[in-house]
């Protein structure tokens, strides 16, 4: 079976720092792999999303993530935060190719908050 | 194009009692999908719908049940509630394929009293 494991359940940082939020994933078989950002009172919104190709993933907001295969993982990075990034990170996965099947298997989740 | 919408968004119900809750998808989508959110659990999922057809279901009792009409918008239904079944219920349209994104929409906040 599929898991996630997100590293930091809280990560604080200073507006215009870097940040990284870290995932891991353990899975018998290909994934997908997909970054996703809550603001508060809303659905989830996709960041970006890793399917095959090159493993350096650009998705909106200036966010970016690295899938590495060896270390199973898929950490989201942005080299200046806003304040308004300020919301809660899912990292997921999804199953290749089971008839087509979705279910996405998210990790826990990560609060970044961003201080002024 | 419109997106998810969820009705009703907020809801208040009593132990024992049923709820149904509704998903237009986005035009064009045929997969619905559903997930449950709560601070404890985190997100899990519930089941998908494609074509009418539940396609895949998650760890769930058999209260929780859901079905999807030929114009592709979803319902589900939690029968017998319990305290455990407050939570924000997401739900998530897509194309229909592993590599196609899912998108959600805001979401019911169901509180079980």
């Known amino acids: 079976a599929q898991s996630v494991t997100q590293l930091d359940s809280q990560v604080p940082v200073f507006e215009e720092a870097p940040v990284e939020l870290r995932c891991n994933y353990s899975?018998?078989?290909?994934?997908?792999l997909f970054w996703y950002v809550q603001y508060p009172n809303q659905g989830l919104q996709l960041l970006l999303k890793y399917l095959s190709g090159s493993t350096l993933v650009k998705g909106i907001n200036g966010f970016e993530a690295e899938f590495n295969k060896s270390q199973t993982s898929f950490h989201l990075r942005k080299p200046s935060v806003h304040i308004s990034d300020t919301a809660e990170y899912f990292c997921a996965v999804t199953l290749l190719g089971i008839q087509g099947a979705q279910k996405l298997v998210f990790g826990q989740g990560t609060r970044l908050t961003i201080n002024p | 194009k419109a997106g998810v919408t969820q009705t009703p968004r907020y809801l208040i119900k009593t132990r024992g009692q049923q709820v149904t809750l509704s998903c237009s998808p986005i035009s064009g989508h045929r997969s619905v999908s559903w997930y449950q959110q709560t601070p404890g659990q985190g997100l899990q999922f519930l089941f998908e719908?494609?074509?009418?057809?539940?396609?895949n279901k998650g760890n769930f009792p058999g209260r929780f049940s859901g079905r999807q009409f030929s114009n592709s918008r979803s319902e589900m239904n939690v029968s017998t509630l319990e305290l455990g079944d407050s939570a924000l219920y997401l739900c998530a349209s897509s194309l229909g394929t592993s590599v196609h994104e899912q998108y959600f929409g805001p979401g019911t906040r169901l509180t079980v009293t």
């Open positions: 899975s018998s078989v290909s994934v997908y």
């Open positions: 719908y494609f074509s009418e057809t539940q396609r």
